[in-house]
């Protein structure tokens, strides 16, 4: 989802042109992605890229999310902590802020205390999570205590 929210250059479209038949009777149809697209060789790149300079256009407006997008990113996945429940519901707002300036949207949240819950309407809801894995790591939030 969040190759789609990022567009590409409108000089660099025509590097991603499709050329499509419905039949063979049929003139091609030619199309240019306008955002980056899932499986191509640079789309980790520019998603990474995209994050980094999200984190420096905001810094001034969310601080703490704009250190934690450069230091504790991995793909998509942001994974850090909080000494402190106020900390920790600071730095989740601010990540949400800094990623809806940019037209994502945080998700996937795992917490282990029931004010970091997720919103129940969201896609991912993890309140009653017992087991996260996230490069190999697994983490238990019941049984980790702030």
């Given at each position: ?45 520019l ?5 980094t ?5 905001e ?71 017992t ?16």
């Open positions: 989802m969040m190759y789609q929210t990022i567009l590409i250059n409108t000089k660099q479209r025509n590097l991603q042109r499709i050329v499509w038949c419905e039949s063979e009777h049929e003139s091609p149809k030619i199309y240019e992605l306008s955002t980056v697209t899932y499986g191509t060789v640079s789309a980790p790149y998603a990474q890229r995209t994050l300079q999200l984190s420096m256009d810094e001034a407006n969310f601080p703490i999310a704009a250190f934690v997008l450069r230091n504790n990113l991995y793909m998509d996945d942001v994974l850090c902590g909080a000494a402190t429940l106020e900390e920790a519901i600071v730095l989740r707002q601010q990540l949400k802020g800094i990623l809806n300036s940019a037209g994502m949207e945080l998700h996937k949240l795992c917490a282990n205390h029931e004010k970091l819950s997720p919103d129940p309407e969201q896609n991912y809801n993890f309140a009653t999570l087991e996260t894995k996230t490069l190999g790591v697994s983490w238990k939030p019941n049984l980790d205590c702030f």
